[in-house]
């Protein structure tokens, strides 16, 4: 994971020890895992960080919907310039001596000028899955939301794009941290390959008991000149039916944070998150993490909010099945860290990507159903949406 904006990079190795689940408890199951897990490892450097990453649907036995934490046996930490290396061991005979062996080479370590393909080996082909069965599905969610089914939904679109090259994982995720520097570019192993995206959501962010996240919801193309970009950004602004949209999504969030015991608080009105392709509407939420909640308890309030899944959660999520003809996997789940002390993190919401295996790439884009949705413009902005990704792969 990298933020290039904010000088932070974060990388690991291979698991020491791995949690998976998955159904409604996930995120206290893990939580359980997590707690125990002190007494089970040693470790050289800072405190480690503990991988994680849920998927959408809370998933049964599905193996796609599988939630999974690991420790790694290694992680790499820069912030702002400055690189730490932490190291884990399980906590057993020996476990002294092996950390110290593993920790010399890193003395010496020295970063390596990689291949840097830039260029794509053939032109772009993209096949919708599903075929063209968006429109007629934003028109019937429409008239669930008039018959007072739920509020809103998201709607997301799968696209298979398949080659004689294999794709490059690590030269897209090059690509995508260059062009998108305020986003977190995030590379992550998949149950369908290797999902790689560069994300402008946070989810939940904890640091030291501050609380941070954010509603980002309501959605425009860039303009092609500043006064078109400007005219383009004031209508968003002054827009009924996305700032509806946006309202839905931060109204959810301070709820949910007040569930848990959180006082949340939003730090302005809607501002513009200006991005290469699109901009939206964005209000950052802070609060403080009381001394009786953890991390994984509150993004488990908080995942999945009404920008990537619906309102009320309870009513709209059981649509979206019915609807799509995708397995959205990680797509719209949560990746990141938490810490072992199971009260500091930060989970993303992993947008803006492509699960890439070998010649085949899946890239994945959404929009927001509510009242007044318009089926044509959905389609355009799931598009504009999907130029992030799609302009990176390599």
């Known amino acids: 994971m990298e933020t290039p904006a904010g000088g932070i990079a974060y990388a690991a190795g291979a698991p020491v020890e791995v949690w998976e689940g998955s159904g409604i408890d996930r995120f206290s199951e893990a939580d359980k895992w997590l707690k125990d897990l002190t007494s089970k490892i040693t470790s050289v450097g800072r405190s480690p960080r503990i991988c994680a990453r849920f998927p959408f649907h809370p998933g049964a036995d599905d193996t796609k919907q599988t939630s999974r934490l690991f420790l790694p046996s290694w992680q790499v930490l820069t912030v702002c310039g400055h690189t730490e290396v932490t190291l884990v061991e399980p906590a057993n005979a020996g476990a002294a001596e092996r950390l110290a062996a593993r920790a010399e080479p890193f003395q010496r370590f020295a970063y390596k000028v990689g291949r840097n393909n830039q260029e794509s080996h053939e032109s772009l082909v993209l096949n919708e899955v599903g075929g063209s069965w968006f429109p007629s599905a ?5 008239e669930l939301i008039r018959e007072g089914a739920f509020e809103k939904v998201v709607l997301t679109r799968a696209f298979d794009w398949r080659r004689t090259t294999a794709f ?3 030269a897209t995720l090059h690509r995508l941290r260059s062009a998108n520097s305020v986003c977190h570019a995030y590379l992550v192993d998949s149950a369908g390959g290797t999902l790689v995206g560069s994300t402008p959501e946070t989810l939940l962010a904890i640091h030291q008991d501050e ?10 193309r860039r303009g092609a000149s500043p006064s078109e970009d400007a005219a383009l950004a004031d209508a968003l602004l002054a827009s009924e039916k996305d700032n509806r949209e946006h309202n839905v999504v931060t109204a959810s969030i301070l709820r949910r944070l007040n569930m848990v015991g959180i006082e949340g608080a939003v730090t302005s009105k809607p501002e513009l998150l200006r991005l290469g392709k699109v901009m939206h509407l964005r209000t950052p ?3 403080t993490l009381p001394s009786t909640r953890r991390f994984l ?3 488990g309030e908080l995942h999945p909010t009404p920008a990537v899944g ?3 959660r309870l009513q709209a999520l059981p649509f979206i099945p019915g609807f799509e003809p995708h397995d959205r996997g990680l797509y719209t789940g949560a990746v990141g860290w938490v810490g072992l002390d199971g009260r500091n993190g930060e989970l993303v919401v992993a947008l803006r990507c492509a699960e890439l295996s070998g010649a ?3 890239a994945y884009a959404g929009a927001g159903i509510v009242d007044g949705s318009d089926p044509a413009a959905e389609a355009t902005e799931t598009e504009m949406k999907l130029r992030t990704i799609l302009d990176s792969l390599v």
């Open 138 to 142: 934003v028109r019937r969610a429409t």
């Open 168 to 170: 490059d994982p690590y």
């Open 211 to 220: 609380l941070r996240t954010e509603a980002v919801a309501g959605t425009t």
């Open 285 to 287: 939420v802070i609060g």
């Open 297 to 299: 308890e509150v993004a």
């Open 310 to 312: 619906g309102k009320p």
């Open 360 to 362: 085949r790439a899946r």
